[in-house]
T-cell receptor
C-alpha cells in the first residue's frame, strides 16, 4: 500500500529565504508524485507532478521538486520565499494504473517579513 | 469559468438531519472524487466514480451515499448527520481513472458543521 510522510507540520522561513518542504513516500510500484498547495479557505491547487519523466520537476510560482528513488523522497523547494507562499502544502502519491491519491498530513509554511 | 464547483460553500445543520452537497465539473473529465478534510487538515478519499460508476468506496459509513447522474456531476447525500461528520468536503475530478498520472482538479470545498 502506498503512503506519504511529510516531515514537519509547520515550517517557518523569512521572506527571501530558501523553502524546503520534505516528503517521503512508500510505494510497491513506481509512483506518480504530486505537490498541492491550499490557501486559506480554498481548494487544492496543483504545484507540480512527477510522472516518470525528468526527475527534477519545475512547477508554478517558482517551486520545484526532485524525485530521488534511492531516498524515496520528493522534496519541494523554492530559492526565495515570498509572503504570498504562506499556505498549507500537501504531498500526494498515486500508484501506476490507479488514480486514487494518498495524501501526506500537510505542512504549513509560515513566511515572516 | 470555474472548473470544479461545489454548492453550498457552507452548511450548518443539526444532528440527525439529512443534507446534500452538489459538485459539477466542466472539464470533460471521466473521473470524479469526494474527499473529507478533517480539523487537522488531513485529506482522505471517500469515493471515486468513473463514467458514473462507483470505483472506490473507502470504508465510509453507509449514511454517505454518492450519486452521479452524469459524468459532469457527483453529489453527496448524508443521512442522519453526526457531530463527527463536521469537516470540509472536497470534490475533485481527473481526466481518467486508469493511468494515475493525471492530476486531480479540486473544487473550493464545502464546510459542513453539525451542531
Amino acid at each position: 500500500a502506498q503512503s506519504v510522510t511529510q516531515l514537519g507540520s509547520h515550517v517557518s522561513v523569512s521572506e527571501g529565504a530558501l523553502v524546503l518542504l520534505r516528503c517521503n513516500y512508500s510505494s510497491s510500484v513506481p509512483p506518480y508524485l504530486f505537490w498541492y498547495v491550499q490557501y486559506p479557505n480554498q481548494g487544492l491547487q496543483l504545484l507540480l507532478k512527477y510522472t516518470s519523466a525528468a526527475t527534477l520537476v519545475k512547477g508554478i510560482n517558482g517551486f520545484e521538486a526532485e524525485f530521488k528513488k534511492s531516498e524515496t523522497s520528493f522534496h519541494l523547494t523554492k530559492p526565495s520565499a515570498h509572503m504570498s507562499d504562506a499556505a498549507e502544502y500537501f504531498c500526494a502519491v498515486s500508484e501506476g494504473g490507479y488514480s486514487t491519491l494518498t495524501f501526506g498530513k500537510g505542512t504549513m509554511l509560515l513566511v515572516s517579513p | 469559468d470555474t472548473a470544479v464547483s461545489q454548492t453550498p460553500k457552507y452548511l450548518v445543520t443539526q444532528m440527525g438531519n439529512d443534507k446534500s452537497i452538489k459538485c459539477e465539473q466542466n472539464l470533460g473529465h471521466d473521473t470524479m472524487y469526494w474527499y473529507k478534510q478533517d480539523s487537522k487538515k488531513f485529506l482522505k478519499i471517500m469515493f471515486s466514480y468513473n463514467n458514473k460508476e462507483l470505483i472506490i468506496n473507502e470504508t465510509v459509513p453507509n449514511r454517505f451515499s454518492p450519486k452521479s447522474p452524469d459524468k459532469a456531476h457527483l453529489n453527496l447525500h448524508i443521512n442522519s448527520l453526526e457531530l463527527g461528520d463536521s469537516a470540509v468536503y472536497f470534490c475533485a475530478s481527473s481526466q481518467d481513472w486508469g493511468t494515475g498520472r493525471n492530476e486531480q482538479f479540486f473544487g473550493p470545498g464545502t464546510r459542513l458543521t453539525v451542531l
